[in-house]
């Protein structure tokens, strides 16, 4: 089955050419089932490049899924044509009373704050306790997974003197967990972040940490108590995603008169000029398609028992 979002979404066009199979309101009505409904909070700046990523990843497998995009209430992004927001995005504050099977938290570029620095903390704390009640299972991404890391369990996040950048591998910490079933001994993922969370800290709070690197640190963690997994690098990036933050923040360092360092593992012979591989795509599909096969074994039929 595929994913049901708006014919006019711009993800809607970008993935039936990639041959995602995607249906539009009508098609959908006329299928006797009910859809698992995600909601993805989209705290990035490049709304229509991040809803396409996750759309692409929750939208492969057999199931049919409804997509509802939501943004913070209050916060008015700039990078994202109003038109867009207005169109595809529902506020938290009107969705609060329904219930999902799934929500994902993206990462947001706001890591040198402290959280309660964050204009709006207020209210994704109350997001992040709303999902007790009314989510079924929570996906935490980057800085939205450190943020329920320290809501729940007052993991902090540390600054780095320089910035973890580029492909890294990661071992395969459990292989038994549901969550990475056919997933290799190790994988290669995307890493793009200025913070980082210890490994001792995490295990202290009693959390498992399912994909770790000895270079990146922790990378994949459940939390089986908030029915949550947070990933703290990005198996959701395309191809050039890295390519485009690397051209993005010399064009600013050379402003600056600083220097930036290129991603790792990344450009073929560490050249900018030819064509990045995408070494992660197989598992971003495997991890995010075990997630939402979890979700569909476990989560009630009737909506309105979730978080009961």
Request: aromatic share 10%; net charge negative.
């Amino acid at each position: 089955m595929p994913i049901k979002l708006p014919s006019t979404l711009p993800a809607f066009d970008v993935l039936t050419r990639e041959g995602v199979m995607v249906m539009d309101e009508a098609t959908a009505a006329r299928q006797d089932i009910r859809p698992l409904r995600i909601g993805l909070l989209n705290l990035m700046p490049k709304k229509i490049q991040t809803e396409t990523q996750f759309a692409r990843l929750i939208g492969a497998g057999p199931l049919q899924i409804e997509l509802s995009l939501i943004r913070m209430s209050e916060h008015q992004t700039r990078n994202t044509a109003a038109e867009h927001m207005e169109a595809f995005y529902r506020p938290f504050q009107e969705v609060k009373e329904e219930r999902f099977d799934g929500l994902i938290i993206t990462g947001a570029p706001i890591e040198h704050l402290p959280f309660e620095e964050v204009t709006y903390w207020d209210e994704l704390t109350e997001v992040m306790d709303w999902t007790q009640t009314n989510v079924h299972s929570t996906f935490g991404v980057c800085w939205g997974g450190m943020a329920m890391l320290h809501h729940f369990h007052r993991v902090p996040k540390h600054v780095l003197d320089e910035k973890l950048f580029g492909c890294y591998r990661h071992t395969n910490l459990s292989p038994a967990s549901p969550y990475l079933r056919g997933f290799s001994d190790d994988c290669v993922v995307p890493v793009s972040r200025w913070t980082e969370v210890r490994a001792d800290e995490v295990t202290a709070a009693g959390l498992p940490i399912l994909l770790g690197s000895d270079v990146t640190g922790p990378c994949l963690i459940e939390d089986p108590a908030h029915r949550a997994l947070y990933i703290l690098n990005h198996f959701e990036y395309d191809s050039r995603t890295l390519a485009e933050e690397y051209e993005r923040d010399r064009a600013q360092t050379q402003v600056e008169g600083t220097e930036i360092q290129m991603p790792v593992n990344y450009f073929p012979g560490d050249d900018p000029a030819e064509t990045p591989q995408n070494r992660w795509r197989s598992h971003a599909h495997l991890l995010y398609g075990n997630w939402i096969n979890e979700i569909y074994q476990t989560t009630p039929y009737d909506l309105t028992q979730i978080g009961r």
